[in-house]
């Protein structure tokens, strides 16, 4: 884990000792489901593109914190912001490094959003996994609605719990409500709110 958490130090010691004159803007994000899911995301990224993250997502059985950072690329509609995390489970002494990737993409009233990472174990017994949370493809409709499609899956030891479903945003002045009924191995009613300030 020596190497993770030099990484980890790096990205965050840049994120706190770089300087700029422009805006930078926090974002935090809460979701709930009715199968137990829940998730709380706060996300930093500074003026000169470097983010650090840092959520907490829980299901039955499992409590992880993820503390990490990147670098937004944006070039054109396209934002690609890869990640690194010290991840620290709650669960069977869970130690480990998740590497991913956020991505937006905005034109035309299109607006995509996607998380993807893998997970690999350092110490523990959780094996490595990967996982899709979430893949949102919307269209906007009047000045504040989005309506679309949310996806997303996790991986384990060859097994897929994949779920795809409609999805609605409300997007207001301090962020957005998100309301999603997803189809897949397990069917789940979720519901979120992302703060932008």
């Known amino acids: 884990m020596g190497r993770t958490a030099i990484l980890v130090g790096a990205f965050v010691a840049a994120a706190v000792l770089s300087q700029s004159n422009a805006a930078a803007q926090n974002v935090v994000e809460v979701r709930a489901a009715d199968t137990k899911y829940r998730y709380v995301d706060w996300n930093y990224t500074f003026a000169n593109a470097v983010v650090v993250d840092a959520f907490y997502v829980g299901v039955p059985g499992s409590n992880e914190l993820n503390v990490g950072g990147g670098y937004a690329f944006k070039r054109g509609h396209l934002v690609l912001t890869p990640l690194v995390y010290a991840v620290f489970g709650k669960e069977e002494s869970q ?11 905005e034109k035309d009233g299109w607006k995509l959003l996607c998380f993807i990472g893998h997970y690999a174990r350092v110490t523990g017994s959780v094996s490595s996994y990967q996982v899709l949370d979430t893949l949102d493809l919307t269209r906007t409709i009047g000045t504040r609605w989005e309506l679309g499609l949310q996806a997303g899956f996790f991986r384990a030891e060859g097994a897929w719990n994949t779920q ?15 309301v999603s009924y997803r189809f897949g191995s397990q069917n789940e009613f979720r519901v979120g709110r992302v703060l932008t300030f």
């Open 95 to 105: 130690r480990g490094v998740k590497i991913a990737l956020l991505a937006s993409f």
């Open 164 to 178: 795809v479903g409609p999805l609605l945003k409300v997007n207001d002045r301090l962020g957005a409500w998100a």
